[in-house]
C-alpha cells in the first residue's frame, strides 16, 4: 500500500470518529479535541444502536408487520362479531365472543385435553429423556448410533409421525395389535384412536416417541457440564447409584429440565398438523384441542370471531410458557 493511500485511509478514519475521539498524527489524543463538547447529536448518531440500523431495522419492520399485526389483528377481529363475509365492523367492539367461551363444552374440552396434553406429554418425554440420557453418559458402545436413533423420529415432521402412527394403530392390522395378538394378549388389542377413551392417550403417546429424543439430548448435555469431581465425591461419601442420582445430579440439571419444558410444551400446543392429519378438524371431545378448534370455527363453521377468541386464548398460553422463561434468562443476563 502506497504512503498516500495509508495517508488517505487515515484522514478517513478520523473523519468518521466521534470529536471526542480524534487522535493525533503521531498515535496519541488529541488534547483539544478530547475537550471538546460532544452535542447529544452527534452522541446519538455514533451509538451502536444507529450503526446497526441497516441490520436489525428491516427485519423488525419484518417482524412486527407479518408476526405482531397479526396476533394485533386478530386480537380486534375477537372483538367484533365478523363471520369472514364481507368487512368487519370495528364500531362496536365487545367482549361478547369471550363471555361465550365458558359455556362452550367444546372449547372446555378442548381447553381440558390441551392442559392434559401438555402436562402428560412433557412430563413423561422429560422422564424419558432423562433415562436415555443417563444411560447414553455411562460410556456404553455405539453411544452415537443410539444418541442418533433416539433423536432421529424428532427429525419427522407431524404429517409423517401421523400417518405412521395411524397404521400403527389400525385396530386390524396395526403393528401393536399383530404383536399383542401374537404373544397371546388379544385381550390387550384395541382400536386405539377409534376409542374415545384410548384416543388422546394414543395421541400423547406417539408424541413422547417423537420428542423424548430431544429431552435426551438437552439432559446429556447438562450430565456431560457436571465436573466428574461430584461423582467421585458422592461414592466416596458411600452413596448408591440411585442416591448418587437423585441427590447430586439431578438437581444440577435444572436449567436443562427448564429449556427441555418450555420447548416441549411449545410442541405440544403446535401439535395442530399431527391430529388434523389424523382426525381431519373434528377429532370428536376426547381428543379435541384448542388449535383443532379454532381452526374447525373459523374456517368450516365461517365463524371469524369467536375462532380469533380461541387463537387468543391459545396466544396466552404459549406466553404463559415462554414469558417467564425469557425473564428469567434476561435476569441471568443470557440474553
Do not use: C
Request: glycine share 6%; charged share 15%.
Amino acid at each position: 500500500m502506497g504512503p498516500d493511500i495509508a495517508a488517505a485511509l487515515a484522514r478517513l478514519r478520523r473523519q468518521r470518529r466521534p470529536p471526542e475521539q480524534q487522535a493525533r498524527t503521531d498515535g496519541g489524543l488529541d488534547e483539544g479535541s478530547a475537550k471538546a463538547p460532544v452535542s447529544p447529536v452527534s452522541k446519538l448518531w455514533y451509538s451502536d444502536a444507529v450503526q446497526a440500523i441497516p441490520f436489525w431495522l428491516p427485519p423488525a419492520l419484518l417482524m412486527g408487520w407479518f408476526v405482531y399485526g397479526a396476533v394485533g389483528w386478530n386480537l380486534l377481529i375477537s372483538l367484533t362479531d365478523w363471520s369472514g363475509l364481507g368487512q368487519p365492523e370495528y364500531t362496536s367492539l365487545s367482549l361478547e365472543m369471550y363471555r361465550e367461551l365458558p359455556g362452550d363444552r367444546s372449547f372446555r374440552a378442548a381447553f381440558r385435553n390441551t392442559v392434559i396434553l401438555l402436562v402428560a406429554f412433557t412430563g413423561v418425554s422429560l422422564a424419558i429423556g432423562l433415562v436415555l440420557a443417563i444411560l447414553v453418559d455411562r460410556d456404553i458402545r455405539f453411544e452415537n448410533t443410539f444418541r442418533t436413533i433416539y433423536l432421529l423420529p424428532m427429525a419427522l415432521s407431524f404429517v409423517v409421525t401421523a400417518i405412521f402412527w395411524s397404521w400403527m394403530y389400525n385396530p386390524t392390522t396395526g403393528t401393536i395389535n399383530v404383536v399383542l395378538r401374537g404373544i397371546g394378549l388379544d385381550v390387550l388389542a384395541s382400536d386405539w384412536i377409534g376409542n374415545p377413551r384410548t384416543r388422546l392417550w394414543a395421541i400423547i403417546f406417539a408424541l413422547t416417541w417423537q420428542f423424548s429424543g430431544y429431552a435426551m439430548v438437552v439432559y446429556l448435555a447438562g450430565l456431560r457440564a457436571i465436573p466428574d469431581e461430584h461423582y467421585e465425591a458422592a461414592k466416596v461419601d458411600g452413596a448408591s447409584t440411585l442416591r448418587m442420582y437423585w441427590r447430586v445430579i439431578i438437581p444440577q440439571l435444572s436449567a436443562a429440565t427448564v429449556s427441555a419444558v418450555v420447548v416441549l410444551m411449545v410442541f405440544a400446543l403446535k401439535a395442530f398438523d399431527f391430529i388434523f392429519v389424523m382426525f381431519g378438524d373434528n377429532p370428536g371431545r376426547s381428543a379435541d384441542i384448542l388449535a383443532v378448534m379454532m381452526f374447525r370455527v373459523a374456517f368450516s363453521r365461517a365463524q371469524w370471531a369467536y375462532g380469533a377468541a380461541v387463537a387468543t386464548v391459545l396466544f396466552v398460553m404459549a406466553l404463559a410458557i415462554v414469558a417467564p422463561y425469557l425473564y428469567v434468562q434476561y435476569r441471568r443476563g443470557a440474553l
